[in-house]
């Protein structure tokens, strides 16, 4: 792999930029989804750069890459560090790629420094985390963990009507080649990652270290009215429910906001039905998708959506129904595990901070399986998922050097 580094911060930069190429859109985005070519591609040449930095590369049955380096003194426990190479659909180049590069830089760096380490480091480019092509996300850290042990591959299918399972075979992966992928001698795992938010660009700091990964509920709320003539049906006699939903959704929305500043709740999908200019809607149907680091704190918000919701079905005579279909609990990370990620960055002297994810991560899956922590750099504006996303490369070789100095507390 030619790659040419003038410096320490063009090296991260000029990973990435190399990643960047598989499945690179039109518009500069980056659309790598598991088991297509792109994904392949990626992953085969991130097996590559394992065994060029002198880690001992290897895959497991699902196609997860890992590449190693022998500790010293303690094999049984090992310490894994990285993300995922899957992108969603005309992505960002930092989402996922970048904790990947950033763990192979920072181990590669302490072993040129240092030598090897006391305690086995396995650098991981898990083969999927975000759920854009099959019905399914967290495939990689999930068979890892076990999430995924009776998980049938053959029953899932793509938009194309391609199953996982035929999908995975075609790139060489669920044959039995390959190790299996579940694992039972993971003592820690540690994610690096783009934050995805404005946290860290809002307070100037440079590492954030989470606390917890938020839980998940959505819901999809449908209103019921009856639909009829818009010309003809005085006003007083509608029942109309858009004009009720317009209602609703600020009040479930200003719900969030009084009840916790960490709190969010988003409206992100509506429909009307039938959705014509000279109709009365007689229904809408719309998400609503809230998201706290508490548990607590997300039933006390769905307490009260239960009576807002009860309360204007009885004034209104109109019908609301509540459908909810994701609940995924909040995931702490391991306090001691954050708080040497916290004294690492210290070490370094990079202002750092803790915080909450508001986003998903490999990360939660492995904390209900293994300590784990999850360190942040800044996004600009916020933005990511899109081409648009970026962080700068001094924020990017920030984030290697408190992984770095992480690693070295652990394994050195």
């Known amino acids: 792999m030619a790659i040419k580094h003038s410096s320490k911060i063009e090296k991260v930069r000029s990973y990435i930029d190399y990643f960047a190429q598989f499945g690179q859109t039109s518009d500069s985005g980056n659309t790598r989804l598991l088991y297509t070519p792109a994904w392949l591609n990626a992953q085969q040449a991130v097996f590559r750069l394992f065994q060029e930095k002198g880690l001992a590369p290897f895959y497991d049955d699902v196609g997860n890459a890992y590449g190693r380096i022998e500790g010293t003194e303690i094999t049984n426990k090992t310490i894994v560090t990285g993300s995922h190479i899957d992108t969603v659909v005309n992505g960002g180049r930092f989402d996922g790629i970048y904790g990947i590069v950033g763990s192979l830089l920072a181990v590669s760096r302490l072993v040129a420094r240092f030598g090897r380490p006391k305690t086995t480091i396995d650098v991981l480019s ?24 009776k998980t049938n591959p053959d029953t899932i299918v793509d938009a194309s009507g391609i199953c996982l399972g035929d999908a995975m075979r075609e790139n060489g992966f669920g044959l039995g080649h390959y190790q ?24 100037g700091n440079t590492i954030g270290i989470a606390q917890a990964i938020v839980g998940q509920r959505r819901f999809t709320i449908t ?22 939903t317009s209602m609703l959704i600020p009040r479930l929305l200003q719900n ?12 992100g999908q509506i429909g009307a039905f039938p959705n014509t200019a000279n109709v009365i809607p007689g ?56 708080t040497s990620a916290f004294e690492a960055a210290q070490q370094a002297r990079l202002p750092v901070q803790y915080m909450y994810s508001g986003a998903g991560h ?12 999850l360190l942040f750099v800044p996004s600009k504006g916020g933005i990511s998922h899109s081409p648009l996303e970026y962080t700068t490369d001094e924020q990017l070789e920030a984030g290697v050097s408190a992984l770095a100095a992480l690693l070295y507390k652990l394994a050195y």
Request: aromatic share 8%.
């Open 362 to 373: 490999d990360a939660q899956i492995f904390g209900s399986f293994c300590p784990a922590t």
């Open 180 to 203: 299996p992928p579940k694992r039972s001698d993971i003592g820690c795992f540690l994610e690096l990652h783009i934050e995805q938010g404005q946290v860290l660009e809002s307070s």
């Open 126 to 149: 898990l083969c999927e985390e975000e759920g854009s092509r099959f019905p399914l996300a967290f495939w990689g850290s999930g068979n890892i963990t076990g999430r995924y042990s």
């Open 256 to 267: 969030a906001r009084e009840l916790d500043s960490d709190f969010v709740a988003t409206v």
């Open 223 to 244: 209103v019921t009215g009856s639909a009829n003539h818009a010309g003809t049906t005085p006003m007083a006699l509608r029942k109309d429910a858009l004009e009720l």
């Open 283 to 338: 229904k809408v149907v719309f998400s609503l998708d809230i998201r706290h680091h508490n548990t607590t704190m997300i039933d006390r918000y769905c307490i009260e959506m239960e009576k807002e919701l009860r309360a204007h079905e009885q004034q209104s005579g109109l019908g609301i129904s509540v459908s909810q279909w994701a609940d995924v609990a909040p995931v702490a990370m391991d306090t001691n595990l954050s």
